[in-house]
């Protein structure tokens, strides 16, 4: 029976020990991994994370950062399945859900990325992208009044972000406020002076004002910058 016991206990240590040495040798891929991806070496990084996830099924992270491999090369579905496989072993983590919701507007799942950018905020209330894109899908619903709300909570944790002050002025222009809105756009191109859709934006929000020669001026920049849409507009508004 000694002899019995001592077997057991070797072979449990030996599992035990393999167990230690495989989590290791997932952890070490999954380094490597994520050193591919900063390089951007996005097909390499998605075989180390591969081989991460054979040696650990359950590697949530693996997933994740392997779902960010597959956006990057626009792998939108396999992205998904990733985020949906790390969200499902740890539904704690905020991370792959705010990424999720990116493929799914991606994927034009609007609701869909709106419910995870929401639960992204709850596991992270400080992340500034999450209010901004969740404000772009409020946006396109014509609910102004709650995007512009995200919007504020955005540019209050981040407010050198050109984007936001555009997509507030998107909001704001939706409500009709006009001046806000040209405020918005006056901010993006100050952080971004090359922003043609926010020169384009402001030209119209102007328009809506009675001031053409400010319009016009924006828009003529607007088109010299690339913007089809402004030039389209100069035809009609500026002749």
Same mark, same amino acid.
């Given at each position: ?28 891929? *999954? ?40 956006? #990057?090369?626009?792998? *939108?579905?396999?992205?998904?399945? !990733? ?21 799914? $507007? ?20 400080? $992340?500034?992208?999450? $209010? ?11 609910? *102004? ?22 997509? #507030?002025?998107?909001? #704001?222009?939706?409500?009709?406020? *006009?001046?806000?809105?040209?405020? !918005? $756009? ?15 934006? #402001? ?7 009675? !001031? ?28």
């Amino acid at each position: 029976m000694q002899s019995l016991a001592k077997y057991i206990s070797m072979l449990f240590f030996s599992i035990f020990l393999i167990n230690m040495v495989h989590a290791q040798n997932a952890a070490d891929w *999954y380094e490597q991994g994520n050193t591919m991806f900063a390089a951007k070496d996005y097909k390499g990084a998605i075989d180390s994370y591969n081989r991460s996830i054979q040696i650990d099924p359950k590697y949530a992270d693996a997933f994740s950062r392997r779902g960010n491999a597959k956006q #990057r090369i626009q792998d *939108y579905p396999g992205a998904l399945a !990733d985020y949906n496989a790390s969200i499902a072993i740890n539904p704690k983590n905020w991370e792959p859900y705010y990424n999720r919701g990116v493929i799914k $507007y991606k994927l034009n799942d609007s609701k869909g990325a709106g419910e995870d950018y929401t639960k992204a905020i709850e596991l992270n209330s400080k $992340y500034a992208p999450a $209010y901004n894109n969740r404000g772009v899908v409020k946006n396109e619903s014509k609910d *102004y009044t709650v995007a512009v709300e995200d919007f504020n909570k955005a540019i209050a944790l981040n407010p050198k972000n050109a984007d936001t002050y555009y997509n #507030r002025g998107n909001g #704001r222009s939706g409500l009709k406020q *006009y001046k806000e809105a040209i405020g !918005d $756009y006056n901010k993006a191109i100050e952080l971004d002076p090359k922003y043609a859709k926010a020169f384009s934006n #402001r030209g119209v929000a102007k328009l809506s004002i009675g !001031d053409k020669p400010g319009a016009c001026a924006d828009l003529n920049t607007a088109a010299a910058l690339g913007n089809a849409a402004a030039a389209e507009k100069i035809k009609i508004y500026c002749q």
